[in-house]
Structures are given as structure tokens and as C-alpha cells.
């Protein structure tokens, strides 16, 4: 729903909610982004079988639940609010989407069960260094020998990309431009040619990785040179996931805030009754609850396949990071020294924020794609 | 004691003074705290400072000449960085004859390390709200409590310590101003990890420690407006701390022993300059980047601009306006929340530049993971000495004289005000 949530949803949303409260504490969050592969697979393992997570907008056909944008989006701001580290994103929310929206219907027959049983972990492997995730500015090339393809070349921030086991990967054919020629393949992890690196980044709860590919076998996905417009439109939709998490991390942040503000002592009086810091907090629920609206219109434009769905995307991301930053900034400002402390939890959220704020794209670039959207 | 203008050297012949005797005295291979000590005693080590004391009254424009005088000619300044500098300044203000010469040489050479130890885990911007006790026995104090966020305790042997000697009057009237030395079995310290991964300040735990009666600076429980001193001259944004985490780099034994200086104390503060946001580097990574012709990065870059140099010049105003004897005004607030202003805007357009780069850290990232380092860092300059909300508070009530936040906790004793 648009501007509110149907009963069903809001039970799944406590769902989700009770079992991240439950099953990853901070101290597990904590455990777990130290280790290179930045996942729990037992939690993981908890988070398909009991709530059905990674298969959440799998239609039925092929072993997934069969749920739409607006509920992938609930559980998305929901791991966002508990900063929980697992394959959800990178394998079912990215990989997936591509699969969905670039493979033919026997692609997704071959390649949707796997990750519907949670038997394999995919990634989507798209930029090349720019960032913005932009279809248009893909430079690798793939080579076709009669029925075989082979990519040769670097992609990164690859989300997941260490730990999965197939790639998604988004190619042009030679001599194209644009989105013309864009064409989207699956390559095993394991296949001769293939060589991951995990990236040294100081968000530790997501991890990235940097993949080179040199004349690496790989099976097509969907039709040759077809795939620009079904690669803009995942990157959107993923946009708009991303938001969700990013408005779920910030409303924590901001409840941290207010119970920090209403114990802390100083000159004999709550801090949270000084209305610098009492303003502070008003003025962030401010902009939590706007960049909410905007990443719930834009699920819900996903989901319905609204025409201006990509402009929203753009719209929702450029909100959702610049609320999501302030909002860590200024948690950080309430606690006083001890914010700037690794102990405190506040920092986990500034850096998951912060790495939000560029992936796909950072707010500028997205305020100048909302404008074009609409033809201004 | 400012001097009168007539005594003033002009600036050239004070530099052809400075650098005659540099060519006499200069010795790459001399010890470094030799070298000091001789540079403070002719007082252009610190020019600014009083005549009797290391100094020669110079107004800042003379001092910075001979600073540059002697950076331009590559030879060591004086130990200047750090919170000595703000120990130096409180006992310049307050300290007895006897305490000067006691501790501003071993300042100036190197020699000892100092730490401000003011916060706690219940009083950070209500400083007057400490709870570390001070209690007289026989010839010496015996001091119990716990101190946080302490800079440089890890390695400091000299310690700014304000405690509380008066329970039964209001909270600003039973402070004491002590030095403590570091190095004894009543003080424990214990690094703490900050969110940049650094650990440049610590708790520090007191359990019976001892201070002669002799160190005692100012008047007992007339600590607070010694520490007021302190505050001053850090809310200053002092060049000293800015130097921090940076090396000199020159041949000759001494420069072996500035980097082993510079190796073992310094390392934690590596990433001081990066909170300042170092606007420095923003045109540099921007044309790196390809991106410095871009509209909206240049837009973002001269909005940064226009705020640091203003506030640079209003930090100007203000150090002048202090070696000019007047009293502190409103810039030196200012000057620090202008600050975090500037370091806030140079993380944004670091981030604006750098973009998926900017969070990856080591060799991944731009500048070897020096942009992740900045955004990181950028946090602790609106929180370390004294939060920009205090700074608001202090210029709206002192400098603006708008009236006060009704107060509950100042005309009771302290012992019966609600705290952590
Ligand atoms: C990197 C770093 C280095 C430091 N080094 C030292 C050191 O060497 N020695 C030392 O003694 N201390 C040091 N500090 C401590 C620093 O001075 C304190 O952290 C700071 O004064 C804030 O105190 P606090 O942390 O207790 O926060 P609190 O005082 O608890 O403040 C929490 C929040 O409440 C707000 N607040 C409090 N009172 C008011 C009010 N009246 N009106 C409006 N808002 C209010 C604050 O602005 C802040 O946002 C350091 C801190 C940092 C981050």
C-alpha cells in the first residue's frame, strides 16, 4: 500500500521484526562482521527456513513465495533497523531481481529454484568503478564462440561477491553504446578464470568485493543485446530496496537518540530536556518520517509498475541517504564522546550509512536522474 | 605585558637575526632535547610567550616570522604540539613562580608529555559536575576517581587533573586544579578504541594517588577558573594540536630522533589532521578525479572554500586579538564551531568525490583509505573540548548576552544535585 500498510503486512513487519530482536543482537552483528564472510550460516539458515526471507518475491512457479515489492521492502527496512548481516541483499534482493527481470522464463526455471531452496547463493556483479551502477556506462565485452561466451575484465562492488556462489554478471557486446547490446550471463564462482577479492571496506556489516574475470566461461541469461532496459530497471528496483533499509536503520538510530537523551544527566537535568537537543530530535524524526513516505511510495510504484517508478527510485535514494547519514551524524553528536567510541553501537549505523549513501549512485547523481525523470 | 612597539624588531631584520644565528647554531647531529632547550632559551622557540618565560612578547605576526624562519631553514621547532601547549598556557596564566620553572622547560624540549584530565563518565559538558575527589592528608592530596576520554594518558608523565575538594558548596566553587604525575602506582590507564579504529584517548582510574600540596595551581577550590584557561585555549583551536600527526623529515641524528618521537607518541594521533576534515585536499582528489569541472562538485567546493578561508581569518582575528593583550572576544567560539562546520562540508565534498571509493579503507581506497579515514575522523571535532551545542550555549549567554537557561544545579551544594 501507498500511504498504508494492509493488516497482513503489518503482522509480517512484527514477524520480521521479533525474529531480528530475537536472533541477531548487535553482539551477534558484531561477531559476525569480523569474519570474511560477513554472514552467520546458521542465522542464515534460521532466516530461510522460519521466515522465508531469501524467497520472498520468488514467484511460487519456482519454489519462492510469491510476494511483491512493498513486502520485500518491509523486510528489507526491518534487517536495515536490526543491521543484520546475511545473503538476503546481495544473493536474493540483487541477484534475484536481475534473474527476474533479465532471464527468459527457462532461465529462471534453471536458475530461481537453487536460490528459492536457499541451495545457492548468487551475486550481481554490474559496476566497474563509477559507482552509480549506471547500464549505460558498462564498458566490458563479452565474446560469443558460436554457442559458448567468455567475459573478460573487472567488476566491483560486487556485494557478496567473495562469498557466493554464482555471479550475475552484466556485459555488452562488442561495438555496442548505451543500452543497446547489454546482455546479462551467469558465471560459477568456482569456474577457471574467476578471481575474487574481498574489498578493505570500514562498513564491515556489508561486504564488497572486487572480481576479475579472464576469459571466464559463462551461460547466458535472457536474450542477447536485450537486457539494458531490464538492467536499469533492477538497479532501480534495488535502489528502492536499499532505501527501505536505509529509513529502517535511521529510525533505530533515532529511537537510540531519544532514550539516550531521556537518561543522560548533566547540569542536574536530562540532556534531552535542552531543546537544542530536544529540536535536534524533533527535526530528525522529521526527516526519517519524510524519507519513509518516500521509500514507501517508491515500493509501492515498484510494485505496481507505475510509470514514473524510476524517477521515484532516484527520488527515494537521494532521500533515504542524505536522512540516513544526517541521522548517524547527529546520533553520534547526542551520545558526546562516548558516540565516537568503537563500543558504542551508533558507529556501525554511520559507516552502514555512509556506504549506502554512494552504492548505486549518491544523492546528487540521483536528484539530476529524478529531475530528467520528469522531464525537467 | 605586551611589549611596547618601539622595542619590536622589524620583520626582516628579526628574520636575517633568526636565520644568522640558525646558520651558527644549527646541528643536524646534536641531540634533539639539547637542540630545544637551546632554541627556548634565546625565546624564539615561543616569541609569543612573556620575556621571563621562554618568550619574547612578540605580537603573532613577529612570532609566525620566526616559526617560518626556522621551518624555511629546515631546523626542529621547540616541542610545541599537543596538549602541553595547553598545559603551558594554564600555568603561563595561573601557575606559581616555582611551578613555571619547573615544568615549562621540559615542555618546550620534549622531554614531558601532558593529558587534560577533565571528563568523566558522568560530567563531560557539565565539566563543573565532577565527582573525582581531592581530600587533604597530612603533606599531600589523595585523589580518587575516574577520569575519560583522556588524551595521551597512555603515554603523558604530567596530568591537568580538576577534582573536587568541597562537597557542601555549589558545584563551580569546590574545584581544585591539580598536577599529577602519570607515573605512579594510583594511576591506571586503559585505551580506549574510537570509531576510526585509533585509540588516542583512555580512561584513566585513580585509587589513592598522590599529589604533593605544592601542585596545586591557582587557589584551592579556585579550580574552575584555571580550567576555564584551559578550555580557552583549546576552544582556540590552537595550531599545536592541528600539527599533531604530521612528521618533518630532514638527515642528521636528529631527525632520527624526531621520528622515533613522532613513531611511539604520535601513532594515535595519525588521523588528527583528517578531523578538520582537510579541506586541503579537496581540489587535488576533485582533479584526480575528473571531477573538477563539474557544476555541482564545484559549487560544493566553493561553498567549502568560502567557509574555511572566513573562518581561518576569524581564528586569525582572535590569536591576535589574545598576543594583543585584549581580552578573549567572541571569535575564539566561534573559531571552533566554525570548525566543525568546515570539517563537516570538506567530508561531503570528500564524499561527493570519491563516491562508492569513499568508504573503502588501506590500499583499496583513494589516497590508501586516507578519504575513509577523513569521513570517519570528522565526528569528534563537534564533541572533543566542548560540543558545538556548549559553543552555542556560550556564545548566545556570554558573548551575545542573551539571557540564561534557568539553572537548577548552580546555587545548591553540590552534593545534592541529581547526577549520573
Ligand atoms: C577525540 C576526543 C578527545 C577528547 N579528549 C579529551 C581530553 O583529553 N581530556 C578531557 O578531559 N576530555 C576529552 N574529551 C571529552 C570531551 O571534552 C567531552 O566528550 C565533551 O565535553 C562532551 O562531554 P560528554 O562526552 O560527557 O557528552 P555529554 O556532556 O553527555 O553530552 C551529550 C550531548 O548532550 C548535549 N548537551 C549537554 N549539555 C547540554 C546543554 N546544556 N545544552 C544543550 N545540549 C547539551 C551535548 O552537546 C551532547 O550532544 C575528548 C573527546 C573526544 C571526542
Known sequence: MKF????????????????????????????????????????????????????????????????????????????????????????????GTAILEAGMAQDRELWLPPLAASERRYALAVDEGGGCWDAKSLTMQYTQQGDTYSLSGKKTFVVDGC????????????????????????????????????????????????????????????????????????????????????????????????TYAGTRLQFGRTIGSFQAIKHKCADLLLHVELAKSAAYCAAEAAATGDPEFSALAALSKAMAADTYVKTAAQTIQIHGGIGFTWENDTHLYFKRAKSSETLFGQPAWHRERMLRGWQI | MASNAAELPDEQTLRTNVRMWL?????????????????????????????????????????????????????????????????????????SA???????????????????LFSEPGSGSDLAGLTTRADKQGDHWRINGQKVWTTSAHHANYGMLLARTDWDVPKHRGLTFFVVDMKQPGVEVRPLKQMNGYASFNEVFFTDAIVPLDRVVGERDG?????????????????????????????????????????????????????????????????????????????AIANLLILEKSSQWTAR?????HLLGRPQGPEGSLGKLAASHVARAAAEVHTMIAGGEALLAGKDGPLDGLIAEILLSVPAISIAGGTDEIQHNIIAERVLGMPKEPRTDVDRPFKDIPRN
Open chain 1, 4 to 95: 498504508s500498510f494492509t493488516e497482513e503486512q503489518a503482522l509480517f513487519r512484527d514477524i520480521v521484526r521479533r525474529f531480528v530482536v530475537e536472533q541477531s543482537p548487535r553482539e551477534e552483528v558484531r561477531k559476525v562482521m569480523e569474519t570474511n564472510a560477513g554472514y552467520d550460516p546458521a542465522l542464515w539458515q534460521r532466516l530461510c527456513e522460519s521466515l522465508g526471507l531469501h524467497a520472498l518475491h520468488i514467484p511460487e512457479k519456482y519454489g519462492g513465495q510469491g510476494f511483491g515489492a512493498v513486502e520485500l521492502c518491509i523486510a528489507m527496512e526491518e534487517l536495515g533497523r536490526g543491521l543484520v548481516c546475511s545473503p538476503l541483499f546481495g544473493s536474493s534482493v540483487l541477484a
Open chain 1, 163 to 258: 562469498s557466493a556462489d554464482v555471479i550475475v554478471v552484466a556485459a555488452r557486446e562488442p561495438e555496442t553504446k548505451g543500452l543497446n547490446g547489454i546482455t546479462f550471463f551467469m558465471v560459477e564462482a568456482s569456474a577457471p578464470g574467476v578471481n575474487r577479492r574481498l574489498l578493505d571496506t570500514v562498513d564491515q556489516t556489508r561486504k564488497l568485493a572486487e572480481i576479475d574475470f579472464n576469459n571466464a566461461s559463462a551461460k547466458l541469461l535472457g536474450t542477447p543485446g536485450e537486457g539494458g532496459s531490464a538492467l536499469e530497471r533492477t538497479i532501480d528496483l534495488c535502489r528502492v530496496y536499499l532505501s527501505n533499509e536505509m529509513v529502517g536503520g535511521a529510525q533505530r538510530l533515532l529511537e537510540d537518540a531519544v
Open chain 2, 223 to 299: 579550580g574552575w577558573s584555571v580550567a576555564l584557561t584551559t578550555l580557552a585555549n583549546e576552544r582556540r583551536v590552537a595550531d599545536g594540536m592541528r600539527a599533531w600527526g604530521s612528521v618533518q623529515a630532514g638527515t642528521g641524528g636528529i631527525f632520527e630522533e624526531l621520528a622515533a618521537e613522532t613513531r611511539t607518541v604520535n601513532e594515535p594521533y595519525k588521523w588528527y589532521p583528517q578531523r578538520a576534515g582537510r579541506p586541503d585536499l579537496v581540489i587535488s582528489q576533485a582533479r584526480a578525479a575528473d571531477l573538477d569541472q563539474d557544476p555541482v562538485v564545484r559549487q
Open chain 2, 23 to 95: 646558520e651558527r647554531n644549527w646541528d643536524p647531529d646534536r641531540k634533539l632535547v639539547e637542540w630545544r632547550r637551546m632554541l627556548a632559551e634565546t625565546g624564539w622557540g615561543c616569541p609569543e610567550w612573556p620575556e621571563e618565560w621562554f618568550g619574547l612578547d612578540y605580537p603573532s605576526s613577529l612570532a609566525n616570522a620566526v616559526q617560518d624562519e626556522i621551518a624555511s631553514f629546515g631546523a626542529i621547532g621547540v616541542a610545541r604540539s599537543g596538549v602541553r601547549m595547553l598545559a603551558a598556557a594554564t600555568l603561563l596564566e595561573h601557575g
Open chain 2, 98 to 116: 616555582a611551578q613555571k620553572s619547573q615544568f615549562l622547560g621540559g615542555i618546550l624540549s620534549g622531554e614531558d608529555t601532558w593529558c587534560q
Open chain 2, 317 to 321: 582575528r582572535a590569536r591576535e586579538a
